[in-house]
């Protein structure tokens, strides 16, 4: 045992640049590890060209899936992708709340239940087509749909009065949606009054003329999701159309001569795959006007001379979901299995006090990663409860918490057997990507092996980005905890995460009271914030005691920008987030 564990902490010495040194020198790395300022915007003022080409670069270790419709994606690659073309017809604020400056305006009635979006004059899909009230409808028809198999039949879509009765096959229409003859106006009415409305709302119309009408019998659902019109000529309303696909690797967009905003500022974008190891290279060659830069080279980052880095904390964290049950597709549920290996909450509580990953972020990111607290971000500033203050790392309330849920060291091997005495491995999943991948996975195997827990790579290495989350997905057996990331979204309601009806709630996890406190964020009273702030608290507060999922870290979103870029800002209050004003100078 204690050789194996110095051969182990050897060759991660050598790869993560002395990480257990520093480790033992916390104090001294607090002091010199802090996280820099960064602007939010280019510095260049110039005017930008009438027709220059922008080239953007998708960091990214695998291919994009190019599953290029809102409906039935499932993984950022392919959002990044769709963001060029594709819109929600309501914009949001820098609070992540809806406005009337987006393609559509909308009124909420009285009661807080019904919204009606009129469309704006001139919005047309990239075909030349109007955006019709009924292409939303479109977009509420196939998500509710029976056959439908996607993971985002949430409670924002659930709660449209008629819907379940819809999805359940029982009618072919959804009574709470309607439709003006003119086509400009849709109302849209649910069951119980939400705040969710204000942040969660669908609001992406789906072009029915384009992909083919379920309704009707043209199109399947199955037919769509393998279609070349989502996949290889898909069409928004956003500022620039989609005219080459190279699937899952580069993507030719041209400016939308039509969009309703005006004329976009760039003829032609290219989107093309950089893998992490090379974008810093690609960037330093002028190959790529803006990229995100993996935290782990940010120093190296800094010395590129034709570039700016912009930077803020991202709508995302990382963590560690322990298996605790399976999907029931039959009742669109997920289901706590009480034989799961990580069934008893205490042995998760102390794998969260196991994991060091302050060192982590201070270390290999450059204090541009920190301990996660919470399963809601600090970015939702009346939401996240800053008094929740995680697990920090300490290895000592780890045993002691393993001892009191009766997992002990039985045959003197060094790793603890489990409460019945029998011989406990843990298989733990985590993605390839990064030369940090690695040994960020085997030092937190370490970690949990200096309590006593045997853990191993499922089949002995990373897994790839699309068959990591397809067997996560799929509750492999072979997968008893696994390392991933959520992007939050904008709606602070974490039901479609961590529901008991949420596809995406990987863990499995469910109890009486997560229902009751997910119910109640989005009830007609949280449109008290105070109220709706106190049950996100005691909500927040239950995760960190049942820890379904351990949230390891949250972090800055490092954006590296050719100083030949204008008009372009991170900051989402900003008009120069938006990517049809964004350009190149001479």
């Known amino acids: 045992m204690k050789k194996r564990r110095m051969l182990l902490m050897s060759s991660l010495l050598v790869i993560v640049a002395n990480l257990a040194a520093c480790s033992m020198q916390r104090g001294q790395a607090e002091e010199r590890q802090v996280a820099p300022e960064f602007p939010l915007k280019v510095s260049n003022v110039l005017p930008a060209m009438e ?18 419709n809102r409906v039935f994606y499932s993984g950022s690659p392919d959002a990044t992708v769709m963001q060029f073309f594709d819109e929600s017809l309501l914009a949001t604020d820098a609070e992540f709340l809806i406005t009337n400056e987006g393609a559509a305006t909308y009124e909420i009635s009285d009661d807080n239940k019904t919204i009606t979006l009129t469309i704006k004059d001139g919005v047309k899909w990239s075909d030349g087509e109007p955006v019709k009230a009924s292409d939303l409808l479109y977009t509420y028809q196939l998500l509710g749909h029976p056959d439908y198999v996607g993971t985002r039949y949430t409670f924002m879509v659930s709660n449209v009065e008629g819907m379940p009765a819809y999805h359940n096959g029982e009618t072919k229409e959804i009574s709470g949606i309607s439709v003006s003859e003119d086509e400009k106006t849709i109302a849209i009415t649910f069951t119980e009054a939400t705040p969710s409305m204000l942040s969660g709302i669908w609001t992406v119309p789906t072009p029915r003329h384009h992909i083919g009408d379920v309704m009707t019998g043209e199109v399947t659902i199955e037919d769509i999701v393998s279609s070349d019109k989502i996949r290889k000529n898909p069409i928004g309303f956003g500022p620039y159309k989609i005219t080459k696909i190279v699937p899952g690797e580069s993507v030719l967009y041209e400016r939308n001569e039509s969009y309703w905003r005006g004329r976009p500022a760039l003829q032609s974008i290219v989107l093309k795959v950089v893998s992490s190891a090379s974008i810093l290279e690609v960037l330093k060659k002028g190959e790529a006007d803006i990229a995100s830069i993996p935290a782990d080279q940010y120093e190296n980052a800094k010395a590129i001379d034709n570039i700016e880095i912009l930077a803020d904390v991202d709508t995302s964290y990382t963590y560690i979901g322990f298996k605790l049950g399976k999907w029931d597709a039959r009742t669109g549920e997920n289901r706590l299995d009480p034989n799961a290996k990580l069934a008893d909450k205490r042995v998760r509580q102390a794998m969260w006090h196991a994991m060091d990953t302050k060192t982590i972020g201070e270390v290999l990111y450059h204090g541009l990663r920190f301990p996660a607290t919470s399963l809601i971000l600090p970015i939702f500033k009346n939401f996240h409860d800053a008094s929740v203050k995680g697990r920090p790392y300490n290895p000592e309330k780890a045993k002691a918490l393993l001892d009191e849920a009766g997992f002990v060291d039985v045959d003197g091997d060094g790793f603890r057997e489990d409460a019945e005495g029998n011989k406990l491995v843990l298989h733990f999943a985590s993605m390839s990507g990064g030369e940090m991948a690695e040994p960020i996975a085997q030092y937190y195997i370490q970690n949990w092996a200096d309590v006593g827990l045997n853990v191993k790579l499922v089949d002995g290495r990373l897994h790839e980005f699309n068959s990591f989350y397809d067997r996560v997905q799929a509750d492999d057996p072979k997968i008893d905890l696994f390392q991933a990331a959520w992007g939050t979204g904008t709606d602070p309601d974490p039901a479609g995460l961590y529901g008991r009806q949420a596809a ?18 989005t009830s007609e009273k949280a449109f008290d914030i105070n109220y709706r702030r106190d049950i996100y608290n005691e909500w927040q507060q239950l995760m960190w005691e049942d820890v379904p999922i351990a949230p390891t870290d949250y972090r800055y979103s490092l954006i590296g920008v050719n100083k030949r870029v204008v008009n372009f800002s991170i900051d989402p209050a900003s008009d120069y987030s938006l990517p049809w004003v964004w350009g190149v100078a001479e």
Do not use: C, I, M, Q
């Not at 709630?505 to 109640?520: F, H």
């Open 51 to 68: 027709d220059g080409e922008l080239t953007y670069a998708l960091v990214s270790d695998t291919p994009f899936e190019g599953t290029l």
């Open 504 to 521: 995406f709630n990987y863990s499995r996890y469910t109890s009486a009271k997560n229902d009751e406190l997910l119910a109640a964020g």
